[in-house]
């Protein structure tokens, strides 16, 4: 088992540093140098052309629309655009690209020089943007075994139909000075680009689906060292929590080995949502990845006219929106500091309220009861399957007094069972909430009957001990009754 040192340990021995490389995916509708569908999924090896398999005698030719995503991504990221650039090809051994190299840019990357500015617990952490460049993605490996990677792989599949998406690459430079937030500024730098990306609406940016990715570098130094230390590359995480849990995880890895006159290897390594890393491949050396110019494609030059075209439409920054939101919807720091902690939350609450929901309502549904339900799931909170939509619909059944909040939760019980809408799942499950005074009225005479030395302090003037009473109608009636309407009758029937 692998020795861990006490996060808190760690972090008064050690000063971690962060390098982040952030893939993103564009939803364009072609490929990054051919004209082959670019939307997920299909069978596989056929979105698929001689260009994008590197066959001998084809010819790529740049998306334009791509590298308006990248300029758009960049001025986003308050990067400097390259007035000219042009791509290369990176060889390395890709069993998943046919044609064994990567067309990416090396040298000369299309954004660099931008900053990102991150809060996390009221403090602003300033990331600095490296560079933002343009590449294709390679193909998608599915290995057979029993743990789907390859090491005890009994065979492996390729599906080319990735191949050549267009692919963004966010790299910053090291990440100094967080201390023991630097996990959470991870997560949450990560978090502002997946809300950036959506914004932009660049990419689907679904880390679920491999739409953004991350490889998270760490690496510790002795308090107060200016020298770096060796670092590790975990590679391709797919949600903001592992992120989070890639990085302590690996803090608390490197410190133990530290701490016991050991040395850090330099090397990738592989997140399990077990809550782990391991080893992937030794990057003791260099890598020599033989770039040149890419031959066949001419050089990108956007004018500096059409870079200011594309600042106008870029959207409101996400920083501003959570501000002119919070003053919209009347939260409090804390209330809105919970919704910009959980991924994706402030664009469903706010078309929640779109579709009628008030704020709390909405603020309500998605962090409490639908974020649970993410949680247990394993899905991030817009994967959930339900709809801010359908979630006004079942608020409105509750300000009409059709269900309470309990019912409310078996009403989204039926929905995420496909059996309609809101109102059909009321319905179909008999959840209507009692509010006949017949019915209610004989539920309560059976509970003050039941308990007398209750009804006798309700009758002294202690009101509050009606809530006993309440509680137990309630459950008589399988929380179907209208708690309001049971108070009343209580207490018309004991004062």
């Not at 000219?84 to 051994?93: A, I, Q, T």
């Not at 302590?248 to 890895?253: D, G, K, L, M």
């Not at 870029?314 to 500091?337: H, I, N, V, Y």
Request: charged content about 25%.
């Amino acid at each position: 088992m692998t020795d861990l040192m006490d996060y808190d340990d760690v972090i008064a021995d050690f000063d971690p540093a962060l390098g982040l490389e952030v893939h993103v995916e564009l939803n364009t509708a072609s490929k990054m140098f051919c004209g082959c569908d670019n939307t997920p999924g299909g069978e596989p090896n056929t979105k698929v052309c001689p260009v994008c398999l590197g066959l001998p005698g084809s010819l790529p030719v740049v998306n334009g629309k791509a590298v308006e995503s990248a300029i758009r991504i960049g001025l986003a990221l308050n990067c400097s655009i390259a007035p000219w650039g042009r791509f290369s090809r990176k060889h390395y051994f890709y069993p998943d690209m046919t044609k064994n190299f990567q067309t990416s840019q090396y040298d000369e990357p299309i954004c660099f020089d931008g900053h990102v500015d991150i809060e996390v617990d009221g403090e602003v952490h300033r990331i600095d943007i490296e560079r933002v460049h343009m590449e294709e993605d390679a193909g998608k490996l599915t290995h057979g075994g029993v743990t789907g990677r390859i090491h005890d792989a009994s065979h492996s599949l390729v599906d080319y139909n990735r191949a050549g998406t267009p692919l963004m690459e966010i790299v910053t430079r090291p990440v100094l000075g967080l201390g023991a937030k630097a996990p959470a500024v991870a997560k949450a730098y990560l978090a502002h680009l997946r809300e950036l990306m959506l914004a932009l609406g660049v990419s689907d940016a679904r880390m679920e689906a491999g739409n953004m990715r991350c490889d998270a570098n760490v690496s510790l130094a002795p308090k107060g060292s200016d020298v770096l230390g060796t670092r590790t590359e975990t590679k391709n995480i797919n949600s903001l929590r592992s992120v989070e849990g890639a990085l302590t995880y690996e803090i608390q890895r490197q410190g133990a080995i530290l701490a016991d006159g050991g040395r850090v290897h330099q090397e990738t390594r592989h997140w399990h949502e077990e809550g782990y890393t391991s080893p992937g491949r030794s990057k003791e050396q260099a890598e020599d990845y033989r770039y040149f110019p890419e031959p066949d494609l001419v050089p990108v030059a956007p004018s500096s006219e059409w870079v200011e075209q594309l600042r106008g439409t870029l959207p409101e920054p996400p920083a501003e929106r959570r501000a002119r939101l919070q003053e919209a919807w009347g939260f409090t720091d804390l209330e809105m500091r919970d919704v910009n902690g959980t991924a994706g939350s402030i664009d469903l609450i706010d078309a929640t309220v779109g579709a009628g929901a008030s704020p709390a309502s909405a603020r309500k549904w998605w962090l409490g009861e639908l974020a649970r339900r993410a949680n247990e799931a394993g899905v991030e909170l817009a994967d959930v399957g339900v709809t801010p939509a359908q979630v006004a619909e079942v608020q409105a059944l509750v300000d009409a007094g059709t269900v309470n909040d309990k019912l409310a939760r078996e009403v989204f019980d039926g929905l995420l069972a496909g059996e309609g809408t809101a109102s059909e799942v009321v319905e179909g499950r008999g959840l209507a909430v009692v509010s006949d005074d017949g019915a209610l009225g004989a539920a309560v005479d059976a509970v003050i009957a039941a308990n007398p030395d209750v009804a006798d302090k309700i009758r002294d003037g202690k009101v509050q001990a009606a809530g006993a009473l309440i509680g137990q109608v309630m459950k008589q009636m399988q929380g179907k009754a209208d708690a309001a309407r049971v108070r009343e009758l209580i207490l018309e029937k004991l004062t």
